[in-house]
């Protein structure tokens, strides 16, 4: 009896002796710097948990293709306890809320955790940038329930939509409701000079001519001032007093850091935290910051992803005194779709479209799920879509 007893009290020491690595946030950085962080987990030196609002990593680049039918929506869901099965990452359903840096402690809507390092990928909401009515009378595209409501609504509706924001998310988006209502008009409205303006020259050409080919109305340096509600039509008002009429209005034109506050981390002038070269949060110890959230990178899922694996190196060599690795992003490429069988982007510095380029544009965003039963289940819903109309 004893000895059994001598073994519970090494176990329950051996747990608490464990480092405690807390990462906020389970998308594209949170999720990657899990799965990197295996070594140490798998070795006994350290426990990781997740604090993510959902139970669920959610695919975003793909959550047009839920709301036009492309896809079913629990295709771009993957949960975060497969993912983490034989790595034996804890998942902690909750928001956080605060962080204390000196006394290590994440504060959550329900409790808080203690940590010994701490990895902020709290991603990133949507930016109204205080247009009147924006919020109240637009759709956003920033998770699953509102791709499910776009396309509940672009079914109902019969006549006309509106996409604000004409960046990747906005022309994709616009390609992908003309495959899906082939009736319905569609604007594309920029406050930019032309679409995709983080683009190369080329690359937004040949998505504007595309555009227009489909047969979407495009109108840039267009800014908008408000949005209001006029019986059952939305109306879109321009700096200059002129406006366009919708049945529905879709804004995806920006999105801003979710920053959690941490007391004594210095902050980028566009609200991101600051980071040095390893990722760490300048004027804090033992905080790692990545994505969306941090730094002046773009604020792509690529980044995230690239980050996440250096993050991840950083915390093992912080633990094992080894010399940090500088976060450098590389740029590994740019693709856009425009509609089934089309797209574009840059291979080798060449900017190429067409089928070609939409294999590989679906290409490279499968292999960035995480487990192959999910790349297989949607290889196979994209086949499905070839010779099949899309899902209502």
């Known amino acids: 009896?004893?000895?059994?007893?001598?073994?519970?009290?090494?176990?329950?020491?051996?747990?608490?002796?464990?480092?405690?690595?807390?990462?906020?946030?389970g998308g594209f950085g949170g999720t990657v710097t899990a799965k990197y962080l295996k070594p140490l987990i798998m070795s006994g030196k350290i426990d990781v948990t997740i604090i993510n609002r959902g139970y669920y990593f959610v695919?975003?680049?793909?959550?047009?293709?839920?709301?036009?039918?492309?896809?079913?929506?629990?295709?771009?869901l993957e949960p975060i306890k497969d993912i983490f099965k034989?790595?034996?990452?804890?998942?902690?359903?909750d928001l956080a809320t605060g962080i204390d840096p000196i006394k290590k402690v994440v504060s959550l809507s329900n409790g808080s955790i203690s940590y010994d390092y701490l990895v902020i990928s709290s991603g990133?909401?949507?930016?109204?940038?205080?247009?009147?009515?924006?919020?109240?009378?637009?759709?956003?595209?920033?998770?699953?329930?509102?791709a499910v409501r776009i396309k509940r609504v672009l079914i109902e509706a019969s006549k006309?939509?509106?996409?604000?924001?004409?960046?990747?998310?906005?022309?994709?988006l616009a390609a992908e409701i003309v495959e899906f209502r082939k009736s319905m008009e569609v604007c594309l409205v920029a406050a930019s000079p032309d679409v995709l303006p983080n683009f190369p020259v080329e690359l937004r050409k040949i998505a504007y001519d595309r555009l227009v080919k489909k047969g979407i109305k495009v109108m840039t340096g267009e800014t908008v001032v408000e949005v209001k509600q006029e019986n059952n039509m939305k109306k879109i008002i321009f700096v200059d007093k002129s406006f366009i009429e919708a049945e529905v209005v879709i804004w995806v034109a920006g999105v801003k850091p979710s920053v959690i506050e941490v007391p004594g981390a210095e902050k980028e002038k566009s609200g991101r935290i600051k980071i040095d070269e390893f990722l760490k949060v300048e004027g804090v110890r033992d905080i790692f910051s990545l994505g969306d959230v941090s730094g002046t990178s773009p604020m792509l899922a690529q980044v995230a992803v690239q980050q996440g694996k250096i993050a991840a190196k950083n915390i093992i060599s912080t633990i094992c005194r080894k010399p940090l690795v500088p976060f450098k992003f590389k740029e590994k490429g740019l693709l856009i779709s425009l509609g089934q069988w089309h797209a574009a982007g840059q291979l080798f510095g060449v900017s190429m479209k067409g089928p070609f380029m939409w294999?590989?544009?679906?290409?490279?965003?499968?292999f960035n799920f995480h487990s192959w039963k999910k790349r297989l289940k949607i290889a196979f819903e994209w086949t499905i879509d070839i010779f099949w109309p899309r899902r209502y």
């Not at 006309?160 to 994709?172: F, L």
């Open 59 to 76: 695919f975003h680049p793909l959550l047009h293709e839920v709301a036009t039918g492309a896809l079913y929506p629990d295709t771009v």
């Open 160 to 172: 006309s939509c509106a996409v604000i924001g004409a960046g990747a998310t906005g022309v994709e």
């Open 1 to 25: 009896m004893s000895r059994i007893i001598d073994v519970i009290i090494s176990l329950t020491m051996s747990r608490v002796n464990k480092l405690q690595v807390v990462i906020i946030g």
């Open 124 to 146: 990133a909401e949507t930016n109204y940038y205080g247009v009147v009515g924006a919020k109240e009378n637009t759709i956003t595209l920033k998770d699953l329930d509102d």
């Open 359 to 366: 294999w590989v544009w679906r290409t490279v965003y499968l």
């Open 86 to 93: 034989h790595s034996n990452v804890n998942l902690v359903r």
